[in-house]
């Protein structure tokens, strides 16, 4: 058996008198492909926020390699974040005034070591090989995601979250961001991704379905 | 990599940063204008005072003051002291001789009209333009209309080298029914002398005593008295610097000042360092400042410099809450942004460092260019209010690029703790 990577116990999230999130148990081991699903409101996005420590629980307990997040101090979660975490988001977000490769070098910056080189090999990876010195501007919308898996990448983290990555896609863009995972998969990656799309939720090992804030299925 | 970024942000962003560094760019102008005169301003306004008349009274050493009384002065001449005519070319050779904008001598004897009842009227002798020569052959202009520019004449000025025409003072002409072209003898009144004939050039209008009296080339004043080349008293027109503690302290007495403050004293033109000098120049004479005229000069120029601080301060002010509003507006523009770097791992003082340096840089280019509109405007300013341009002072640049990275970043600080309320989830979930 794996080790598990993150671990949620009862993870409850309140906003006022909305609990978006009520009581969730889940475990994901190293090296595995998790799809969230659920209906719109269902309160995927919310759990992407605290399992990427960009948000707080309310109630129970959220396990990251064997750091209780519930537990440290805001400041100490910014480390987390930057040390195990690789994020994926819906829009592309990019600083619009930096350049491709320097977009990828930001996040080599704060995580403390900026290595030239190794962030053109990601952004070759990802098939930007020509694009490095472009503005975000100048990309297109799977040109820019593309980039901002290759910045989720590069620092080498313990688990890469992605919150409906191919949302704003076309079919096609869609098709190279699913082999990207894949291939990050076949690696050996820890992934977990928010879908609405069964097809993507296809590849991966097992989903988890969400039903106003509760787990309803564990699928294989 | 931040070096990168400031510089990426700063010149990829440029449009941006133009209104911030516009704004400073206004305020320094401003700061750097209002700087550089008030350095000159003292010296300016000094020579300004100029015209208000002379700040330095010339007398002989034993007089007491003079007992004067509607223009008409009760102190009898017999007994009287006088100061040598040749002597008060010595004022020109003094350390400041530079300073002396001119000087005027002044004999007043008593003399009565022929004819027409036999009025009493004073006599005032003195220069009216006319050159003078000092220290071996150097010439210099000097009289009543150098030094006192308000005079005013209805008519012509007497010529100083003749001595058979005279002014008429106003209030002295209105009682006489004086005009000019009007051909006088007048006799002095305390001894039988030789009567003198002569014409009323012009009516003279000074707001002083003179308004009473007959004012004559000094020449005249001499020979109708008999006292051939003395004068009473000598008014002075020196340029001074304001007053201030040093100077204060020296009017209790040279002797209560040190060695070291002596010397700052002596060589700074002060009234009273001036008139100590004349009195070493001039050994039988004693100069007294006119102290309102000395100190309202000091008093006009503070009060001129401390307007200027004050709206200098108000240009910080303005100036600090434009930055202020403009930075909120950025930090909103930018708030994604702010809120990816966060979510990448950026600490809040990182981000916080970012936008910081961004207005301190926009500081430095605004104060830079503001330093170079604002000398210029001071030179306008100058040229438009005293005529004359003004010197640059070299410390106002780094004064000034200091005071606008001040602008900058204290206009900055409160609206960048926005930074710290921005929450990554919110933002890059476009939920706000
Ligand atoms: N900051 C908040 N304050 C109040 N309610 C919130 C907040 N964030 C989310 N919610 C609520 O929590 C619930 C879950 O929201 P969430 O964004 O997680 O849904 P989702 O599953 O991601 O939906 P979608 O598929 O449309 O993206 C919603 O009912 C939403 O209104
Ligand atoms: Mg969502």
């Known amino acids: ?220 | 990599m931040f070096l990168l970024m400031l510089r990426q942000s700063f010149f990829r962003g440029r449009r941006r940063k133009l209104l911030a560094t516009s704004t400073i760019i206004l305020a320094a102008s401003l700061i750097t204008a209002l700087m550089t005169i008030s350095i000159d301003v003292g010296d300016k306004m000094s020579r300004e005072m100029k015209s208000y008349g002379a700040n330095l009274n010339l007398v002989p050493k034993s007089e007491n003051l003079p007992l004067e009384i509607g223009g008409v002065d009760y102190n009898p001449l017999k007994g009287e002291v006088f100061l040598e005519e040749q002597d008060l070319g010595k004022m020109k050779e003094i350390f400041w001789h530079n300073n002396i904008a001119g000087y005027a001598p002044f004999l007043k004897v008593p003399a009565k009209l022929e004819g027409e009842g036999g009025a009493a009227v004073p006599l005032v002798g003195t220069y009216f333009s006319r050159l003078v020569k000092f220290a071996g052959n150097e010439e210099f202009r000097t009289g009543v209309r150098e030094i006192n520019p308000f005079w005013q004449v209805k008519g012509n000025w007497p010529d100083d080298g003749r001595t058979d025409q005279v002014l008429a003072g106003a209030t002295l002409a209105h009682k006489l029914g004086l005009k000019a072209g009007d051909r006088l003898t007048v006799r002095y009144a305390l001894a039988p002398t030789q009567p003198e004939a002569v014409t009323v050039t012009g009516i003279l209008t000074t707001g002083g005593a003179e308004e009473a009296a007959l004012v004559a080339p000094l020449a005249l004043a001499q020979r109708i008295s008999g006292h051939t080349g003395k004068v009473q008293s000598a008014s002075v027109s020196a340029l001074t610097v304001p007053e201030d503690r040093l100077s204060r302290k020296a009017r209790r007495g040279a002797d209560s000042l040190d060695s070291l403050e002596y010397d700052r004293w002596y060589c700074t033109a002060y009234v009273s360092s001036i008139a100590h000098q004349l009195e070493e120049a001039i050994p039988s004479a004693a100069a007294r400042p006119i102290w309102q005229v000395a100190a309202s000069e000091g008093t006009v120029v503070n009060k001129i410099q401390l307007l200027m601080v004050v709206v200098t301060i108000a240009a910080f002010i303005a100036s600090g809450l434009g930055i202020s509003s403009l930075m909120v507006t950025t930090i909103m523009e930018r708030s994604r942004e702010i809120g990816l770097m966060k979510a990448l791992g950026a600490a809040d003082w990182e981000v916080y460092l970012l936008f910081l340096s961004e207005s301190a840089l926009v500081g430095l280019i605004g104060g830079l260019i503001g330093c170079g509109a604002g000398a210029l405007l001071a030179q306008l300013i100058g040229l438009s209010i005293f005529g004359s341009t003004v010197s640059f002072h070299p410390i106002v640049i780094p004064v000034n690029v200091v005071i606008s990275i001040l602008i900058a970043l204290a206009g900055s600080l409160v609206p960048s703790r926005l930074i710290t309320r921005l929450f990554p989830a919110e933002v890059l979930h476009g939920r706000k």
């Open chain 1, 1 to 220: 058996m794996q080790k598990i990577v993150l671990e949620t116990v009862g993870l409850t999230k309140r906003f006022g008198n909305v609990t978006p999130l009520d009581g969730i148990d889940m475990q994901v081991r190293e090296g595995e492909w998790v799809a969230i699903m659920g209906p719109s409101g269902s309160g995927k996005t919310t759990m992407l926020n605290i399992l990427s420590c960009l948000d707080t629980l309310s109630e129970g307990k959220y396990i990251l390699d064997g750091i209780d997040t519930s537990q440290v101090s805001e400041k100490e979660r910014v480390v987390v974040r930057r040390e195990k975490i690789g994020l994926v988001f819906q829009q592309f977000h990019l600083v619009p005034y930096l350049t491709a490769l320097e977009n990828v070098m930001l996040a080599q910056y704060y995580h403390g070591m900026i290595d030239r080189d190794d962030a053109i090999e990601v952004l070759n990876r990802v098939g930007l090989s020509h694009r490095y010195d472009h503005l975000p501007s100048q990309l297109s919308g799977g040109e820019q995601q593309r980039v901002c898996i290759a910045r989720a990448l590069i620092n080498q983290p313990a688990i890469i979250l992605a919150d409906e990555p191919t949302g704003n896609l076309d079919e096609s863009n869609e098709q190279i961001i699913l082999d990207f995972f894949k291939e990050l998969h076949a690696e050996g990656r820890t992934i977990v991704l928010v879908t609405h799309n069964p097809e993507l939720a296809e590849f991966a090992d097992r989903t988890v379905r969400l039903h106003h804030g509760k787990v309803v299925q564990h699928a294989a």
